[in-house]
Protein backbone atom coordinates (compact mmCIF):
# COMPACT_ATOMS: atom_id res chain seq x y z
CA UNK A 1 0.00 0.00 0.00
CA UNK A 2 1.50 2.89 -1.11
CA UNK A 3 1.69 5.53 2.44
CA UNK A 4 1.75 9.65 1.62
CA UNK A 5 2.68 12.97 4.27
CA UNK A 6 0.60 15.38 3.80
CA UNK A 7 1.40 18.10 5.59
CA UNK A 8 -1.11 20.82 6.33
CA UNK A 9 -0.99 24.60 6.70
CA UNK A 10 -3.98 27.11 7.84
CA UNK A 11 -2.68 29.29 4.25
CA UNK A 12 -2.45 32.95 3.66
CA UNK A 13 -2.45 35.89 1.62
CA UNK A 14 0.91 36.47 2.53
CA UNK A 15 3.52 35.07 -0.46
CA UNK A 16 6.13 35.29 2.61
CA UNK A 17 3.56 32.76 4.97
CA UNK A 18 3.65 30.65 1.19
CA UNK A 19 7.03 30.10 0.77
CA UNK A 20 7.84 29.55 4.40
CA UNK A 21 4.92 26.64 4.85
CA UNK A 22 7.02 25.34 1.19
CA UNK A 23 9.95 25.30 2.72
CA UNK A 24 9.14 23.54 6.11
CA UNK A 25 7.44 20.43 3.60
CA UNK A 26 10.39 20.14 1.70
CA UNK A 27 12.42 20.11 4.82
CA UNK A 28 10.45 17.40 6.15
CA UNK A 29 10.62 16.02 2.77
CA UNK A 30 14.50 16.24 2.82
CA UNK A 31 14.57 14.71 6.63
CA UNK A 32 12.07 11.91 6.53
CA UNK A 33 12.04 8.65 4.95
CA UNK A 34 8.46 8.90 3.21
CA UNK A 35 8.68 8.44 -0.22
CA UNK A 36 5.91 11.06 -0.74
CA UNK A 37 5.60 14.27 1.40
CA UNK A 38 3.31 16.88 0.05
CA UNK A 39 1.65 20.45 1.60
CA UNK A 40 -1.52 21.30 1.63
CA UNK A 41 -3.64 24.52 2.65
CA UNK A 42 -6.63 24.64 4.74
CA UNK A 43 -8.27 28.02 3.34
CA UNK A 44 -7.16 30.95 1.60
CA UNK A 45 -4.44 29.90 -0.73
CA UNK A 46 -3.95 26.67 -2.88
CA UNK A 47 -2.79 24.45 -2.88
CA UNK A 48 -6.23 22.35 -1.01
CA UNK A 49 -6.11 19.49 0.99
CA UNK A 50 -8.69 18.40 -2.01
CA UNK A 51 -6.55 19.14 -4.21
CA UNK A 52 -3.81 17.54 -3.37
CA UNK A 53 -5.48 14.03 -1.94
CA UNK A 54 -7.16 13.59 -5.52
CA UNK A 55 -3.60 14.18 -6.71
CA UNK A 56 -2.29 11.52 -4.19
CA UNK A 57 -4.94 8.90 -5.11
CA UNK A 58 -4.17 9.61 -8.65
CA UNK A 59 -0.86 8.76 -7.79
CA UNK A 60 -2.08 5.33 -6.10
CA UNK A 61 -1.42 6.57 -2.69
CA UNK A 62 -4.12 4.46 -0.24
CA UNK A 63 -2.90 5.66 3.00
CA UNK A 64 -2.67 9.28 3.99
CA UNK A 65 -0.83 10.36 7.20
CA UNK A 66 -2.13 14.03 7.35
CA UNK A 67 -0.38 15.97 10.00
CA UNK A 68 -1.23 19.42 10.92
CA UNK A 69 1.39 22.47 11.06
CA UNK A 70 -0.61 23.81 13.82
CA UNK A 71 0.70 25.25 16.98
CA UNK A 72 -2.95 23.74 19.24
CA UNK A 73 -6.01 22.14 18.87
CA UNK A 74 -8.94 24.81 17.81
CA UNK A 75 -11.66 24.82 15.19
CA UNK A 76 -9.82 23.84 11.98
CA UNK A 77 -8.10 20.60 13.93
CA UNK A 78 -11.38 19.56 16.33
CA UNK A 79 -14.19 19.86 13.59
CA UNK A 80 -13.10 21.53 10.11
CA UNK A 81 -9.95 18.76 9.00
CA UNK A 82 -12.51 15.88 10.38
CA UNK A 83 -15.07 16.84 8.61
CA UNK A 84 -13.38 17.19 5.27
CA UNK A 85 -11.50 14.23 5.95
CA UNK A 86 -14.91 12.28 6.13
CA UNK A 87 -15.87 14.05 2.98
CA UNK A 88 -13.16 12.78 1.05
CA UNK A 89 -13.41 9.24 2.95
CA UNK A 90 -17.01 8.85 0.97
CA UNK A 91 -15.68 10.16 -1.86
CA UNK A 92 -12.53 7.81 -2.40
CA UNK A 93 -13.81 4.45 -1.48
CA UNK A 94 -10.32 2.32 0.49
CA UNK A 95 -8.36 5.60 1.26
CA UNK A 96 -7.03 5.25 4.51
CA UNK A 97 -6.51 9.03 6.45
CA UNK A 98 -5.36 9.54 9.71
CA UNK A 99 -5.15 12.98 11.52
CA UNK A 100 -2.30 13.56 13.63
CA UNK A 101 -1.85 15.76 16.32
CA UNK A 102 -1.06 19.27 15.78
CA UNK A 103 2.29 20.57 17.55
CA UNK A 104 1.15 21.90 20.76
CA UNK A 105 3.25 22.38 23.80
CA UNK A 106 6.97 21.43 23.41
CA UNK A 107 10.21 21.87 24.93
CA UNK A 108 11.91 22.83 21.55
CA UNK A 109 9.31 25.55 21.62
CA UNK A 110 10.11 26.81 24.67
CA UNK A 111 13.92 26.97 23.79
CA UNK A 112 12.84 28.83 20.41
CA UNK A 113 11.09 31.56 21.91
CA UNK A 114 13.88 32.47 24.44
CA UNK A 115 16.04 32.30 21.46
CA UNK A 116 14.15 34.73 19.42
CA UNK A 117 13.77 37.06 22.82
CA UNK A 118 17.37 36.77 23.34
CA UNK A 119 17.88 38.21 19.50
CA UNK A 120 16.10 41.09 20.63
CA UNK A 121 18.41 41.90 23.64
Do not use: W
Amino acid sequence: MTKALLIVGHGSRSKDAQETFNKMVELVREKSSYTIVEGAHMEICGPSIEEVVENLVKEEVREILMVPYFLYEGIHIKQDIPNLIGKISEKYDGIKIKLGRPIGVEPMLADILISRAEELS
